[in-house]
């Protein structure tokens, strides 16, 4: 199977600094900069004839600083592979502490949980976005995926759904959508954060989708503070793959509660770490 992997560059300073392994993708116009590196994406399948037996991803500049994988590395995880998705998902720390890429970008930001519930009963009204469960076998944050015409297929025409909405403005839905929260040291409009989840949602939502992942545990956190929990993080996975696999009471119980013991022992940490820093 080929693959064709683009990164996005959106300045000269970020065209310069691009992975040469990785085609370039021009975004220097950026027209729409509120829809992040969604805009970019769209044109090109709006633009482009996605081809069968062939895989695509689109990553953004900040790639190598966010997995410390370059293109040859990526090439070389990829190597014969036929998966319909390969996942190269940082922060291994957000994915196994929380139940579902929702509720931890409600940690990040809260209200949107409710935003996106409103979303995805468009899209799935069969899904129930509370009891999803989600683990480091389909959990991709920052768009760091590969994946065939079928899946861009879908991802697109959900994703599209939540374009058409905002674009619209004529609902609350729609105003929501666009408000902007506070993110890495600036704003983004939190339809960027729901568009991000999409292809996490798919993965979670169709168990038919042949999926390949780079290991997580390998890759940077999200937050160092979690570095001192790597053994509890593993066992959370651990526990929500098992409860998809054989839906035991005793797995979600124990999940929760080793959840909350974590959670216990960071708050205690980062509060000695205040103490120490004063």
């Given at each position: 199977?080929?693959?064709?992997?683009?990164?996005?560059?959106?300045?000269?300073?970020?065209?310069?600094?691009?992975?040469?392994?990785?085609?370039?993708?021009d975004?220097?116009?950026?027209?729409?900069?509120?829809?992040?590196?969604?805009?970019?994406?769209?044109?090109?399948?709006?633009?482009?004839?996605?081809?069968?037996?062939?895989?695509?991803?689109?990553?953004?500049?900040?790639?190598?600083?966010?997995?410390?994988?370059?293109?040859?590395?990526?090439?070389?995880?990829?190597?014969?592979?036929?998966?319909?998705?390969?996942?190269f998902?940082?922060?291994?720390?957000?994915?196994a502490?929380?139940?579902?890429?929702?509720?931890?970008?409600?940690?990040?930001?809260?209200?949107?949980?409710?935003?996106?519930?409103?979303?995805?009963?468009?899209?799935?009204?069969?899904?129930?976005?509370?009891?999803?469960?989600?683990?480091?076998?389909?959990?991709?944050?920052?768009?760091?995926?590969?994946?065939?015409?079928?899946?861009?297929?879908?991802?697109?025409?959900?994703?599209?759904?939540?374009?058409?909405?905002s674009?619209?403005?004529?609902?609350?839905?729609?105003?929501?959508?666009?408000?902007?929260?506070?993110?890495?040291?600036?704003?983004?409009?939190?339809?960027?954060?729901?568009?991000?989840?999409?292809?996490?949602?798919?993965?979670?939502?169709?168990?038919?989708?042949?999926?390949?992942?780079?290991?997580?545990m390998?890759?940077?956190?999200?937050?160092?503070?979690?570095?001192n929990?790597?053994?509890?993080?593993?066992?959370?996975?651990?526990?929500?793959?098992?409860?998809?696999?054989?839906?035991?009471?005793?797995?979600?119980?124990?999940?929760?509660?080793?959840r909350?013991?974590v959670?216990?022992?960071?708050?205690?940490?980062?509060?000695?770490?205040?103490?120490?820093?004063?």
């Amino acid at each position: 199977m080929k693959n064709i992997v683009y990164q996005i560059y959106y300045s000269e300073a970020t065209k310069a600094q691009n992975d040469p392994g990785f085609l370039p993708l021009d975004n220097l116009v950026n027209e729409r900069p509120d829809w992040r590196e969604y805009w970019p994406i769209r044109n090109y399948l709006l633009n482009n004839n996605l081809e069968e037996d062939t895989r695509y991803g689109f990553l953004s500049p900040k790639f190598e600083a966010k997995t410390t994988l370059n293109a040859i590395k990526v090439a070389e995880f990829i190597g014969n592979d036929d998966s319909d998705v390969i996942l190269f998902s940082p922060y291994f720390d957000q994915s196994a502490f929380n139940f579902n890429v929702f509720q931890q970008m409600e940690a990040a930001h809260s209200g949107s949980l409710l935003i996106a519930q409103e979303c995805l009963r468009i899209l799935r009204p069969d899904v129930n976005i509370y009891s999803l469960v989600m683990d480091s076998r389909n959990t991709v944050y920052c768009n760091y995926f590969i994946a065939n015409k079928n899946f861009w297929k879908i991802w697109f025409q959900y994703c599209e759904l939540i374009y058409n909405i905002s674009e619209s403005n004529t609902s609350e839905l729609a105003r929501r959508l666009n408000s902007d929260v506070v993110h890495d040291g600036g704003t983004a409009a939190m339809k960027v954060f729901i568009i991000e989840r999409i292809a996490s949602f798919i993965l979670a939502t169709n168990t038919d989708i042949k999926v390949k992942i780079y290991n997580p545990m390998e890759l940077p956190l999200g937050n160092q503070v979690w570095t001192n929990f790597k053994r509890e993080l593993c066992v959370l996975d651990s526990l929500k793959i098992s409860f998809q696999v054989n839906p035991l009471v005793q797995y979600a119980e124990e999940y929760k509660n080793i959840r909350l013991e974590v959670d216990a022992k960071l708050m205690s940490e980062i509060k000695a770490n205040d103490k120490s820093s004063t």
